[in-house]
């Protein structure tokens, strides 16, 4: 099925190219890449439940040097509806953005409406790809979401990874099914949990208050794992809207079809009014460049939620621009590899790691359904215990009751 | 709930500039036309749902910039075409002259896997300019060329008047349709969201 995976040799020269932030914000702990004019507003990319920010670095270089800027986050580490919308609210805020565009696939196209939805006034368009309205699907598919906390991180990563439909695909889509899948590895235990909870926490997108022709739809019509009456049901919601419809690509259109995404991606861009900066990209990628080639030693890490850094291309974006580390970055443990050069050695590196995927894949196979199941009988063995005394308790009552009547009689 | 996905048929309109490739979209799309004339950037669609034998087919109908110099957006858009229309101005001959080089240029850029039997469409736009008086290329002209490169089906429209646009797109999302294989290999593979049903794949090897 999955041969071994080796990085794209442009996933490589992303990671060369674009810094990786990471920084803390109140208590959630944020990563990103932000590449492009300052000046221009950007296209923020939020990823599905099997997504990192990295899922998105084909729109990064291609907008980016287009003179577009685009921002890709991970989503944090959020529990419900609520907290995601504060919390990227307050992302915004530190890294000074007011008003955005949003390119949501999947999930993040979710938490995209979501927060167009109570937050109006900072959205400005929105691209939704294979997205949903509301989450009452998967969380009756989901019947251990409460013990999701707990679930260890085999399993969820078994259960996401489920989600992507197997089988013979054409090549561009099996690769980035590969890239997904070897991003959902650098992901952790609560990372997963955190998503499948938002996946399943109880919402729906209420009306918006942003007007139809400033939102793009981009389903792919292939097939994808969203079903397709989910989707349905969100292009009815948005009758107006525009539909960028793609033959083909899979899950992740983003990867397997990026120059017909990026083609969309440009051509909503445009239409909703957003001019880019060609003139200023030049200085833009010496800067990156410049940036990695002053702070490549080591990983920086500082604490600090950074100060605004409003100013042009030109300031550096500081607080903690990690590159050069090829691939996987911070799964520190079992990804750190020291050279992308050492092509081959990386090869024998990753290798084990994939072999332990497809063996757990196989094997978990069965096991997962066992495990549901096995997780719901408990519950419902205690919940049957609970009912016992009571149903012992009205046997006697109506024994007594007979017993008193028959003496009656 | 089996909601059926429904079928996209792409279509890219090519031809000089200003032999009015946007004018004959809006017209068929949304009925509209406009005198002014506004080059098109790189390139643009539009989409409409159209009914054929019972069935709903989303048409993508892709607009492309007639000057060389606009085709900045890449060949992305030549992906996946299930019809060209040709487009020429029966009052400029060269634009009837380059309908070769346009042909060629698609044949190269979208690379199908059948070049000899591809769908084109020919339309001799702008018969309404002058009363016909203006007009350079015959029908009888046009129609043997399109014979010649294996009877491709031939339309005179009017964007601005409306004629014959709908017929001519009729027969487009006709010869487009023809084009789409019967798609049986991409059944939809969904995951189950009930949960219960995972098919089990019956392969010896489950360690």
């Given at each position: 099925m999955k041969g071994v995976f080796s990085a794209p040799g442009d996933y490589i020269h992303f990671k060369s190219?674009?810094?990786?932030?990471?920084?803390?914000?109140?208590?959630?702990?944020?990563?990103?890449?932000?590449?492009?004019?300052?000046?221009?507003?950007?296209?923020?990319?939020?990823?599905?439940?099997?997504?990192?920010?990295?899922?998105y670095y084909k729109q990064?270089?291609?907008?980016?040097?287009?003179?577009?800027?685009?921002?890709?986050?991970?989503?944090?580490?959020?529990?419900?509806?609520?907290?995601?919308?504060?919390?990227?609210?307050?992302?915004?805020?530190?890294?000074?953005?007011?008003?955005?565009?949003?390119?949501g696939t999947s999930l993040g196209g979710f938490l995209a409406q979501l927060f167009a939805q109570h937050r109006p006034r900072r959205v400005?368009?929105?691209?939704?790809?294979?997205?949903?309205?509301?989450?009452?699907?998967?969380?009756?598919?989901?019947?251990?979401?409460?013990?999701?906390?707990?679930?260890?991180?085999?399993?969820?990563?078994?259960?996401?990874?489920?989600?992507?439909?197997?089988?013979?695909?054409?090549?561009f889509i099996a690769d980035s099914v590969d890239f997904v899948v070897s991003?959902?590895?650098?992901?952790?235990?609560?990372?997963?949990?955190?998503?499948?909870?938002?996946?399943?926490?109880?919402?729906?997108?209420?009306?918006?208050?942003?007007?139809?022709?400033?939102?793009?739809?981009?389903?792919?019509?292939?097939?994808c794992s969203i079903p397709q009456q989910l989707k349905d049901q969100l292009s009815e919601r948005y009758p107006g809207a525009r539909r960028a419809y793609l033959k083909t690509g899979g899950d992740f259109p983003f990867l397997s079809r990026s120059d017909e995404v990026n083609l969309h991606l440009q051509l909503h861009l445009r239409r909703v009014g957003v001019e880019p900066r060609p003139d200023l990209v030049k200085g833009i990628s010496k800067d990156g460049s410049g940036g990695s080639s002053s702070e490549k030693n080591d990983e920086r890490e500082d604490s600090d939620v950074p100060p605004k850094d409003n100013g042009g291309p030109e300031s550096p974006e500081t607080p903690s621009a990690e590159t050069q580390l090829p691939e996987a970055p911070?799964?520190?443990?079992?990804?750190?590899?020291d050279d992308q050069l050492l092509s081959n050695a990386k090869v024998c590196f990753t290798s084990p790691e994939h072999v332990r995927l497809l063996i757990s894949h196989a094997f978990f196979e069965?096991?997962?359904?066992?495990?549901?199941?096995?997780?719901?009988?408990?519950?419902?063995?205690?919940?049957?215990?609970?009912?016992?005394?009571?149903y012992v308790e009205t046997m006697y009552i109506t024994w007594i009751f007979c017993w008193k009547s028959r003496c009656l009689v | 709930m089996a909601s059926r996905?429904?079928?996209?048929?792409?279509?890219?309109?090519?031809?000089d500039s200003g032999v009015g490739k946007t004018s004959l979209m809006n017209q068929y799309v949304n009925r509209k036309f406009s005198n002014q004339y506004k080059a098109t950037i790189g390139a643009d669609f539009l989409t409409k749902e159209v009914q054929f034998e019972d069935r709903l087919f989303t048409l993508q109908i892709w607009d492309t910039a007639g000057q060389e110099r606009f085709q900045s957006l890449g060949v992305a858009f030549y992906r996946g075409a299930d019809c060209c229309v040709l487009v020429y101005d029966v009052n400029v001959m060269k634009s009837f002259d380059n309908l070769n080089n346009w042909r060629e240029e698609f044949l190269i850029q979208a690379s199908p896997s059948d070049p000899e039997n591809f769908p084109f469409v020919v339309l001799g736009n702008k018969i309404d300019v002058d009363g016909g008086n203006s007009r350079v290329v015959s029908e009888k002209k046009a129609k043997a060329w399109c014979a010649s490169k294996g009877n491709i089906p031939y339309f005179e429209t009017s964007a601005k008047e409306g004629f014959n646009v709908e017929a001519?797109?009729?027969?487009i999302a006709k010869n487009a349709l023809k084009n789409e294989p019967e798609e049986e290999i991409y059944l939809p593979d969904t995951i189950d969201v009930a949960g219960g049903g995972r098919q089990q794949r019956s392969s010896g090897c489950e360690c």
């Amino acid at each position: 099925m999955k041969g071994v995976f080796s990085a794209p040799g442009d996933y490589i020269h992303f990671k060369s190219q674009v810094p990786l932030h990471k920084i803390p914000i109140g208590t959630k702990q944020w990563r990103y890449y932000d590449f492009g004019p300052k000046v221009v507003p950007p296209l923020i990319c939020l990823p599905g439940t099997a997504g990192t920010a990295d899922v998105y670095y084909k729109q990064i270089m291609s907008l980016s040097i287009k003179g577009y800027r685009v921002i890709s986050v991970d989503i944090p580490r959020v529990w419900n509806h609520h907290e995601w919308i504060q919390a990227f609210e307050k992302f915004l805020d530190a890294i000074d953005v007011h008003h955005i565009h949003l390119y949501g696939t999947s999930l993040g196209g979710f938490l995209a409406q979501l927060f167009a939805q109570h937050r109006p006034r900072r959205v400005r368009s929105l691209i939704l790809s294979n997205s949903f309205l509301e989450t009452r699907s998967f969380s009756s598919a989901m019947p251990w979401a409460p013990i999701v906390s707990w679930t260890p991180s085999f399993l969820l990563k078994r259960y996401v990874l489920t989600g992507i439909p197997d089988g013979p695909h054409e090549p561009f889509i099996a690769d980035s099914v590969d890239f997904v899948v070897s991003q959902v590895e650098t992901l952790s235990r609560e990372d997963l949990a955190s998503r499948l909870t938002l996946t399943v926490d109880a919402a729906s997108i209420g009306p918006l208050l942003l007007s139809d022709s400033f939102i793009t739809l981009m389903d792919t019509n292939d097939y994808c794992s969203i079903p397709q009456q989910l989707k349905d049901q969100l292009s009815e919601r948005y009758p107006g809207a525009r539909r960028a419809y793609l033959k083909t690509g899979g899950d992740f259109p983003f990867l397997s079809r990026s120059d017909e995404v990026n083609l969309h991606l440009q051509l909503h861009l445009r239409r909703v009014g957003v001019e880019p900066r060609p003139d200023l990209v030049k200085g833009i990628s010496k800067d990156g460049s410049g940036g990695s080639s002053s702070e490549k030693n080591d990983e920086r890490e500082d604490s600090d939620v950074p100060p605004k850094d409003n100013g042009g291309p030109e300031s550096p974006e500081t607080p903690s621009a990690e590159t050069q580390l090829p691939e996987a970055p911070e799964s520190s443990g079992s990804h750190s590899l020291d050279d992308q050069l050492l092509s081959n050695a990386k090869v024998c590196f990753t290798s084990p790691e994939h072999v332990r995927l497809l063996i757990s894949h196989a094997f978990f196979e069965k096991q997962q359904d066992i495990v549901s199941t096995r997780f719901v009988q408990p519950a419902w063995e205690i919940f049957i215990l609970c009912l016992l005394p009571l149903y012992v308790e009205t046997m006697y009552i109506t024994w007594i009751f007979c017993w008193k009547s028959r003496c009656l009689v | 709930m089996a909601s059926r996905r429904r079928m996209l048929l792409k279509v890219i309109i090519l031809g000089d500039s200003g032999v009015g490739k946007t004018s004959l979209m809006n017209q068929y799309v949304n009925r509209k036309f406009s005198n002014q004339y506004k080059a098109t950037i790189g390139a643009d669609f539009l989409t409409k749902e159209v009914q054929f034998e019972d069935r709903l087919f989303t048409l993508q109908i892709w607009d492309t910039a007639g000057q060389e110099r606009f085709q900045s957006l890449g060949v992305a858009f030549y992906r996946g075409a299930d019809c060209c229309v040709l487009v020429y101005d029966v009052n400029v001959m060269k634009s009837f002259d380059n309908l070769n080089n346009w042909r060629e240029e698609f044949l190269i850029q979208a690379s199908p896997s059948d070049p000899e039997n591809f769908p084109f469409v020919v339309l001799g736009n702008k018969i309404d300019v002058d009363g016909g008086n203006s007009r350079v290329v015959s029908e009888k002209k046009a129609k043997a060329w399109c014979a010649s490169k294996g009877n491709i089906p031939y339309f005179e429209t009017s964007a601005k008047e409306g004629f014959n646009v709908e017929a001519a797109f009729q027969c487009i999302a006709k010869n487009a349709l023809k084009n789409e294989p019967e798609e049986e290999i991409y059944l939809p593979d969904t995951i189950d969201v009930a949960g219960g049903g995972r098919q089990q794949r019956s392969s010896g090897c489950e360690c």
